[in-house]
């Protein structure tokens, strides 16, 4: 069966979304030639403010944002899992007992590996027909990766009768990035793909896994910005940091910079004390950004969120002069409550809390004045707080 997308769509969800994919149950239709039996829906997300906190078991505050991927599935004869890819025009087959590691770290093994992570935690799987299909940009800091996993374990899950709550399925999922795909990375996506609510913020205890939902304000808008700028040594430093971090937390004498104080930092040498303060304060403002919130206090909100991106500019040095310019020009646009990078650094996206009267002027205010001074067209997504992981069944 020929499957329509052009070429020119990938990797391009929002073309991709307009042009052909009316919904993922189109997809399993045009791909499999029956109806699919269920689907499960994991959303990206975006951090809100608690960056690089979360290696340091910290606290962090993302939202699972209206940018989802779905997955359609109905169990097969035999024990054969069949998978289709919309976004790379692509397919799977492999024997459901025995997901193997392609070694090429592509799509495939994001699927596989949650195959293998729920193998592994001893869950017995069944053959499925799966088609993937969805509108979270990849490799921009939105976390396509854990909406990608969280909703295929949705799916294998449902389709083989296997009840899960969502922590489990997140850890799950996590382990599968880890230790399959072979990324490290923390539990704050996955967790936010699986376990948010709509309308809320998600606040992570990183290290007892504890959650609080923060409910959000009505009348703002979250505002992500794509730099469109990578810095290819972003992997390379963001290790280093997490290097520095761990040798600034033993020689303070705590196990980790979750435990550790400021009045301390003064006999860590340099570069360490400035991590070690970034980490400290930014573990602060996540609480007080809760508080703020809970307060209705959003213009404190935004100052936060304006130190944070201070500190990870000065002390953590992991902006670049692309992303500093998005903050800057938010900060001085109308209608701007607070403004900082979100993600790792290095490159990637700008995080905006934007009143919802502002939204139509924030383009002119920040997306077009940032295209005239680098001549780089920044990407938005107007977004707002959705629910994590959803299957319903047809
Ligand atoms: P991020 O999570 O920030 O978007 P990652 O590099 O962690 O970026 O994950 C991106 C990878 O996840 C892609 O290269 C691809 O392998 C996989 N992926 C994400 N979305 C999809 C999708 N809709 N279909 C297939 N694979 C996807
Ligand atoms: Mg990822």
Redesign the pocket.
């Known amino acids: 069966m020929h499957w329509p997308v052009n070429p020119q769509t990938r990797h391009n969800?929002t073309l991709l979304m307009q042009a052909e994919v009316q919904s993922i149950e189109h997809v399993f239709r045009q791909r499999f030639g029956r109806e699919p039996a269920l689907v499960a829906e994991a959303p990206?997300r975006v951090n809100l403010i608690g960056e690089h906190t979360d290696y340091n078991d910290g606290f962090v505050l993302p939202v699972a944002i209206n940018r989802t991927?779905a997955a359609a599935a109905a169990l097969a004869e035999g024990n054969t899992v069949r998978v289709f890819?919309?976004?790379?025009d692509a397919r799977d087959e492999w024997g459901v007992a025995a997901p193997r590691r392609t070694g090429r770290r592509?799509?495939r093994?994001?699927v596989r590996g949650v195959a293998w992570a729920l193998l592994d935690a001893g869950y017995e799987l069944r053959g499925v027909d799966l088609a993937?299909?969805?509108d979270?940009?990849?490799?921009?800091?939105?976390?396509?990766?854990?909406?990608?996993e969280v909703a295929v374990a949705g799916a294998f899950c449902a389709a083989s009768g296997i009840e899960m709550d969502p922590g489990r399925l997140a850890l799950v999922c996590q382990k599968a990035e880890n230790q399959f795909v072979g990324?490290q990375?923390g539990m704050m996506?996955q967790l936010a793909a699986a376990w948010s609510r709509a309308g809320h913020a998600l606040l992570i205890d990183c290290r007892s896994l504890e959650l609080d939902y923060v409910p959000l304000p009505g009348d703002v808008a979250i505002i992500v910005v794509d730099s469109k700028m990578r810095r290819p040594l972003g992997e390379t430093a963001y290790n280093q940091r997490r290097q520095e971090c761990a040798a600034a937390a033993p020689a303070l004498g705590v196990e980790s910079l979750r435990n550790a104080a400021v009045s301390d930092i003064e006999r860590l040498p340099e570069p360490l004390k400035r991590r070690a303060r970034h980490v400290i304060f930014e573990n602060q403002r996540v609480l007080e950004a809760v508080d703020a919130l809970r307060s209705s206090n959003v213009a404190r909100l935004g100052e936060l969120m304006y130190q944070s991106h201070a500190s990870l500019r000065d002390d953590f040095e992991v902006s670049t002069p692309e992303l500093d310019l998005l903050v800057e020009l938010a900060s001085r646009a109308e209608g701007l409550i607070g403004a900082r990078l979100t993600g790792a650094g290095f490159g990637g996206c700008t995080v905006n809390l934007v009143a919802r009267d502002a939204v139509a002027r924030f383009e002119a205010g920040v997306v077009e004045p940032y295209r005239a001074k680098t001549g780089l067209a920044a990407e938005m997504f107007v977004c707002h707080a959705v629910d994590g992981l959803r299957v319903s069944r047809a």
């Open positions: 969800p990206g991927i890819s919309a976004e790379f592509e799509w093994d994001y993937i299909a969805g979270v940009p990849l490799e921009s800091g939105l976390s396509s990766s854990a909406a990608l990324v990375s996506d």
